[in-house]
């Protein structure tokens, strides 16, 4: 006999996987989608300030908004967020500011603020929506309305400032989580406003234990931190023992690459993971099939506004109309909050599958490593790293990356983080790390060639010292390890001011 509730699951489950069903990723149709977007966030924004500043009312289509208004950076931005946060009105929209979002900061520079008006939460919970009905269609035999959750953001608010509520995205999101869903997902907004980790870890415990979980999402630094957490106090050696149905793991923020191994293993066997790529400004791609292979694809949120400026030749801006398969962009998003043309500084490249266009997040402006005009992206870094952990069966928990100098030569200087009285060779650690990005990377061999860059070098850290940084970071929303530094001035400043007693080199 059904219940009442089982019906409105199983009603519920099948609305989401129509939903998902609906939810068209196709190229012509995302192109006309455009249209209506751009001309929906102009009205929004007509009598603010930056639409007389920008001129808007003399654009009138998408092509035109992409070829004539400049997309702006952060800075450029800053004057009418500060106006808003003075508490001026009809600066970037004409509605209330309910929240400022703070960014993570990982550039060493102050968090930034983002205003967030109705329609930028909305468009984050329409987001959410969206990721659940995809997941709901790759993985049928998962009832999202049902199974357990757990899903672990930051504190929900971090303080409050001329009336305004200023914290970080996913914190201001656990509070708007529909009350059909609230029930299921874990740990409650009560427990995730407690300051202290071990009474926040305990209170979580409490919640979830007997609980079915069946899907984790979160940050994979936050989650590998619980679950060894959740394993000590438990004195349990696997999460499966816990939670045995455990299978999907929804990440965001950083790649998973290099968490996946480790995850699997204190999980006690492989999950299925979906990445989504999110950021303080917005969710702009929600995974469209399972990670695989090094490989997340993503397709575009149909709900934002798009531009794209080809990293290579010139740097004028292109539409969804005009760009082509296989070039890296940077990429500019349009957002309910006024930000209308935001250079984000991510690179993505795009595919076509079945007449869907999906992308993939290539890196970020002044990421990876040019030493000797070696351009060595951040995915060889990664893989350089992961491909010597595995070749030398070391544990390795993290790595930073930085310029070196030995004997007169600039070099990579790759800094270890491991376990406490690990037994590592780090010259013989050194020679396979350069070995294996020359095998990488033909750029980085022939520096090496030529001479024009040293070997690499290799410095072991404690690992319990990046952990003393994570925690103390860690309540940040969108907090992502750094890996790598553009000058050894950037990485010494770093290592003095976030690692604790970093002169514990070995």
């Known amino acids: 006999m059904f219940t009442v509730n089982n019906v409105v699951h199983s009603l519920g489950q099948k609305y989401l996987k129509t939903y998902g069903n609906r939810m068209t990723v196709n190229h012509q149709d995302l192109l006309e989608k455009q249209e209506r977007t751009f001309q929906s966030l102009k009205r929004a924004m007509t009598g603010t300030r930056l639409y007389k500043d920008l001129r808007l009312s003399y654009i009138n289509s998408y092509e035109e908004f992409v070829n004539h208004v400049p997309a702006f950076e952060y800075d450029e931005y800053a004057p009418y967020i500060d106006m808003i946060a003075a508490g001026h009105k009809n600066i970037l929209f004409k509605d209330k500011a309910d929240y400022f979002g703070l960014t993570s900061g990982t550039s060493g520079k102050d968090s930034k603020r983002l205003p967030y008006n109705e329609r930028m939460i909305r468009m984050f919970i329409k987001s959410q929506k969206r990721i659940a009905s995809k997941i709901s269609t790759l993985e049928p035999s998962i009832n999202l309305l049902k199974v357990g959750r757990l899903t672990f953001g930051s504190d929900p608010y971090l303080y409050s400032q ?52 069946q899907v984790v999402s979160g940050i994979p630094t936050y989650l590998i931190s619980i679950f060894e957490a959740v394993l000590e106090k438990t004195g349990k050696k696997h999460i499966n023992e816990i939670w045995p149905n455990l299978k999907v793991f929804v990440y965001a923020a950083t790649p998973i690459k290099q968490y996946q191994e480790r995850i699997d293993r204190l999980v006690g066997h492989e999950l299925n993971y979906y990445g989504v790529y999110a950021s303080t400004e917005a969710a702009i791609g929600l995974p469209y099939d399972k990670y695989a292979n090094g490989r997340q694809r993503y397709f575009l949120n149909p709900d934002l506004l798009y531009s794209f400026t080809p990293v290579e030749g010139k740097k004028k801006n292109l539409g969804l109309h005009q760009i082509e398969m296989g070039v890296p962009y940077f990429l500019n998003v349009g957002t309910p909050n006024g930000m209308i043309h935001y250079s984000m500084k991510d690179v993505v490249s795009f595919d076509l599958a079945d007449g869907d266009l999906v992308f993939e997040f290539v890196g970020r402006k002044s990421t990876g490593m040019n030493l000797a005009a070696e351009k060595v992206s951040d995915d060889d870094i990664l893989n350089c790293y992961l491909n010597t952990k595995n070749s030398r069966n070391v544990d390795l928990r993290h790595y930073f990356l930085s310029p070196g100098t030995l004997d007169g030569k600039t070099n990579y200087l790759w800094t270890l983080f491991v376990p406490e009285n690990s037994d590592i060779d780090s010259i013989a650690m050194a020679a396979t790390l350069d070995q294996e990005m020359q095998r990488l990377n033909g750029d980085y061999r022939d520096c090496r060639e030529v001479g024009v860059l040293g070997p690499a070098q290799v410095q072991i850290m404690n690992a319990e010292y990046l952990q003393a940084y994570f925690e103390k970071n860690r309540s940040r929303g969108q907090f992502k390890m750094k890996t790598t530094f553009e000058t050894a001035e950037e990485y010494l400043n770093f290592i003095r001011q976030n690692i604790e007693q970093a002169g514990a080199l070995q």
């Open 162 to 213: 001329n009336g305004f509520k200023f914290g970080y995205i996913s914190g201001i999101l656990s509070t708007r989580v529909p009350k059909v869903l609230a029930k299921n997902t874990f740990p409650s907004r009560e427990v995730l406003t407690i300051s202290n980790w071990d009474k926040k870890i305990e209170m979580l415990i409490n919640e979830s234990i007997q609980q079915d979980i």
